[in-house]
């Protein structure tokens, strides 16, 4: 694991000498602690899912969303700080807000994510201010076609395929890997999502959490939303039984 | 100065015919070419079809001296942040920022036509106020006010390449006939995805319409040519 900073990790302006930016990789730590949040590119759309962990059982269901709508088009899904999230999803609101209000047209995800990601960089340059403790997986469809985000606390973003950050993320990654995504519609895939984080929820660390799913879609037409509630229902159900399957195996 | 000479020193303004038009795969835009201070022609081959993009133009209809000067802004901008050329409508949205932002200082109504891969071809309409109206065709300039009845009667869907650019000749130069302030040449700019092609018809190629004279090298022709009775013919 990292070694400890002594030093040259008090600050988000000093590097080390061997050319790391200690505080940034502490607040990706933040994210790897959070329950894990997938996002996959489908052939006709996106699907996102995410592991909320229940602290306490007095929760009220559905509540504490952790999946954005950002625009009609586009939504996040956030892992980490929660408040910081918060900052995020309300300062990418504003971008797709101001872009559609000069320019007349929804702004394209490209866009969009080359923004958050430079004010999510901006917070990682100035002694006055701490990274965010959140990372960013942003889906969305526009007029070429849909597309996954992922955005880290340093500020860095790429295009993928299927995207998985939080707890379980080394073990979602095998299990997206094996997928045939290109292949998938969304249906399928808010199936192969829901089996995914039932498989990778850790039963003996943390108890009770409720998988919040979202999708953008042809079928959803092409807006983003949350999985229509028979779906949801109904892939919860299958991954509980693939599980029993597989722990009878 | 005598007014029935006219104010030579009036505002360089351009009464104008500025049309634009979609067809099936792009749009046709077109315009006369006369540019008038009061009765004298000051240009009468003017270039009135600005290119914005490469594949956006716009067509202005210019009161005050103050000029539009949107290409450079609108070239960069878009293009810089996005990495592609500008649609159509982003296009037309910045021009009509531009327009409604400056409200007091420009008087100015533009056609917007293009073609960007997404949508087709667009025309876009900013009148004087600066708000923005998609429209399959669009007509402006004080030689527009003679084309509205044209339009109804002969627009259609779906036209060819070939129907629209003979439909814009015919309807500048209807309307070149008709309003003082229009005249010259017509030049067209089709845009397709093709890329941008320029055309010009010289005034004397065009149809003649009703009680318009045929084109003369000179008055004294047509004095001379019967009696000796001056203004007889």
């Known amino acids: ?249 | 100065m005598d007014p029935s000479v006219g104010d030579l020193n009036s505002p360089h303004s351009m009464g104008t015919t500025i049309i634009g038009v979609t067809y099936n795969g792009g749009v046709v835009l077109g315009a006369d070419s006369r540019t008038s201070t009061g009765v004298y022609v000051a240009n009468r081959a003017s270039d009135k079809i600005t290119q914005l993009t490469d594949n956006v133009y716009v067509l202005q209809i210019r009161k005050l001296s103050l000029i539009m000067c949107a290409t450079f802004s609108i070239n960069t901008r878009p293009r810089i942040q996005l990495g592609q050329p500008a649609t159509v409508k982003v296009a037309a949205n910045l021009v009509r920022l531009l327009s409604y932002n400056n409200k007091s200082m420009l008087q100015t109504g533009l056609i917007i036509g293009g073609w960007d891969k997404y949508e087709g071809g667009k025309i876009y309409g900013v009148p004087l106020g600066g708000t923005i109206l998609e429209q399959p065709f669009a007509i402006g300039g004080s030689g527009s006010t003679y084309l509205y009845g044209f339009f109804d009667q002969e627009w259609k869907e779906g036209m060819t390449k070939d129907e629209a650019e003979k439909l814009v000749v015919k309807a500048v130069s209807l309307a070149i006939a008709r309003d003082g302030a229009s005249g010259g040449v017509v030049r067209t700019v089709i845009i397709n995805s093709d890329g941008v092609t320029r055309n010009f018809y010289p005034g004397d190629s065009l149809l003649l319409w009703h009680e318009e004279l045929e084109p003369q090298n000179s008055l004294l022709d047509i004095l001379s040519s019967s009696s000796s009775e001056p203004m007889v013919s």
């Not at chain 1, 070694?3 to 200690?22: A, C, E, Q, W």
């Not at chain 1, 602290?55 to 996040?76: A, C, D, F, Q, Y």
């Not at chain 1, 958050?116 to 070429?144: E, K």
């Open chain 1, 1 to 249: 694991m990292a070694s400890i900073g002594t030093g040259y990790d008090l600050s988000v302006t000093t590097f080390s000498p061997d050319g790391r930016v200690f505080q940034i990789e502490y607040a990706a730590k933040a994210v790897d602690n959070s329950g894990t949040v997938i996002g996959i590119k489908c052939k006709d759309g996106i699907v996102m899912g995410v592991e909320k962990l229940i602290t306490s059982k007095m929760m009220l269901p559905g509540s504490n969303r952790r999946i954005h709508s950002v625009h009609r088009h586009s939504g996040m899904a956030v892992a980490g700080l929660a408040a910081d999230g918060r900052q995020i999803v309300a300062r990418a609101k504003a971008e797709a807000a101001n872009y559609e209000s000069t320019y007349g047209e929804p702004i394209p995800i490209k866009e969009l994510t080359e923004r958050v990601a430079s004010y999510v960089h901006l917070c990682t340059l100035y002694w006055w201010l701490r990274p965010f403790g959140c990372g960013v997986i942003l889906g969305g469809y526009d007029r070429d076609g849909p597309q996954l985000y992922m955005i880290e606390p340093s500020g860095i973003s790429y295009r993928y395929f299927g995207a998985a950050i939080g707890k379980g993320k080394q073990a979602a990654k095998t299990e997206i890997e094996k997928l045939k995504l290109s292949e998938m519609t969304c249906r399928e895939g808010v199936l192969e999502i829901a089996k995914i984080i039932y498989r990778v929820h850790d039963e003996a660390k943390d108890k009770a959490f409720e998988l919040e799913m979202s999708w953008v879609c042809d079928e959803s037409k092409r807006r983003h939303e949350k999985v229509p509630e028979e779906l949801l229902v109904g892939a919860k159900a299958a991954a509980v039984a693939a599980l029993e399957e597989m722990d009878a195996d």
